[in-house]
């Protein structure tokens, strides 16, 4: 069962905006899930961008606080990042992450999304 799925990702103009979504499997979504966006630029280490816990609570690189947004929606058990201003240095493949335990169980899962290429250019 293919557990996250990401999308949104393409090219656009510096200061241009793009909405990525990481659709997630119910098992996932409804338990004390931890979701995360990641990135990856090529010779760079992957790189924390936004974290979202079961409680709404989040947490953001300091240097993306205030252009990207990380939320959830529930009911359709999907993470979004708005990303505002966007600059050529964010140009990276962003990965969807989640870790936590299922639904209703102790049972521990940790999985990524394949990634979602973004291209910030003129």
């Known amino acids: 069962q293919v557990q ?10 510096p200061g241009g905006s793009l909405r990525l ?5 119910g098992s996932i979504y409804r338990g004390n899930s931890i979701m995360e966006w990641n990135r990856q630029a090529p010779g760079k ?7 979202i ?5 989040t947490n953001y690189a300091d240097s993306l606080k205030g252009r990207f947004t990380i939320s959830r929606d529930n009911a359709k058990s ?4 708005q990303m505002n201003s966007l600059k050529p240095e964010d140009t990276a493949v962003y990965y969807c992450h989640s ?6 169980t102790a049972t521990r899962y940790d999985y ?3 990634g979602t290429q973004v ?3 003129s």
């Open 21 to 25: 979504s990481c659709a997630a499997s």
């Open 45 to 51: 280490q992957r790189e924390l961008v936004a974290r």
């Open 119 to 121: 291209t910030v250019s």
């Open 53 to 57: 816990t079961s409680d709404g609570t």
């Open 4 to 13: 996250l799925v990401e999308s949104g990702g393409g090219l656009v103009q």
């Open 78 to 81: 999907t993470v979004y990042l």
């Open 112 to 114: 990524w999304g394949q």
């Open 99 to 104: 870790t936590g335990t299922f639904y209703g």
